[in-house]
């Protein structure tokens, strides 16, 4: 059986699927938050199935896919980066990081 | 050049992929959870390799799998007792049928596509394309990514800051 480029869009819908469930689905924040890194990884399969099978246009650059994912990691690392920072600065305040004790917000 | 052990290589990293993705799900410990999550770091760097993309592969482990999934590891330390394990919030099936019907509509679409004609070679080597590319059509972009970086650390580290003031 020939691996082609549908099996991998498959396989990154259904790891996206996963990280959407796991950041609906969760309550503890840092776990949110693995949930969305779930979710680029998914997108940075796709780039790079796509960078891969899809012939470029005359002029374009044959590798512009994987350099959109090597941005995509870098701004991943920020926001993981900034997103583990909020994380630890709410439980200092507020002893959780429990999203549903979180709700000064709400009314 | 499309062997047949590009497949075999596909499919097990594909299901380890999935299947440490369901193990976040899962897991009750969070630590487990993290170790979990880099696994499917890895699968899915394996999975860069077999795509013929080498040095995007090995920046997947380097940030993800190595800087990522310490950083998670940190926060978790640093948030002892969070009283609330991995349990689940009330969206738990409402979220599974929204996840579901996202990926089912999005794999539909990839196979009704027609993609046209694919290529069927890859890339010998990336990395020097992807350094002129990075300092010739995308510099902007690139120096823009620092400064960004940059401004992340300053922000992380202010935030977590002890308040010395006081």
Known sequence: MHVSLEHYLILSAILFGMGLWIALAKRNAIIILMGIELMLNAVNLTLIAFNRFVPAPAGRSPIAGQVFVIFVITVAAAEAAVALALAVAVYRNRSTVDIDKIDLLKF | ?166
Request: hydrophobic fraction near 65%; proline fraction near 1%.
């Open chain 2, 1 to 166: 050049m499309d062997g047949v052990g590009v497949t075999v290589a596909f499919w097990v990293l594909g299901v380890t992929a999935v299947a440490s993705a369901v193990g976040i799900m899962l897991a009750r410990n969070l630590l487990h959870a993290v170790l979990w999550l880099i696994l499917t770091f890895v699968a899915l760097a394996g999975l860069f390799i077999t795509l013929t993309a080498d040095f995007v592969a090995v920046a997947q482990v380097l940030v993800y799998a190595g800087a990522v999934g310490v950083l998670v590891i940190f926060a978790i330390m640093l948030t002892p007792n969070s009283a609330v394990g991995n349990s689940e919030t009330r969206f738990f099936g409402a979220g599974f049928v929204v996840a579901t019907v996202l990926s089912g509509i999005m794999a539909y679409v990839a196979v009704k596509t027609d993609w046209g004609t694919l290529k069927s070679e890859g890339f010998a080597s990336t990395a020097q394309a992807i350094g002129q590319a990075l300092l010739d059509r995308y510099v902007l972009p690139f120096e823009i990514a620092s400064v960004l970086l940059i401004a992340a650390m300053v922000g992380a580290i202010v935030l977590v800051r002890a308040d010395q003031e006081a």
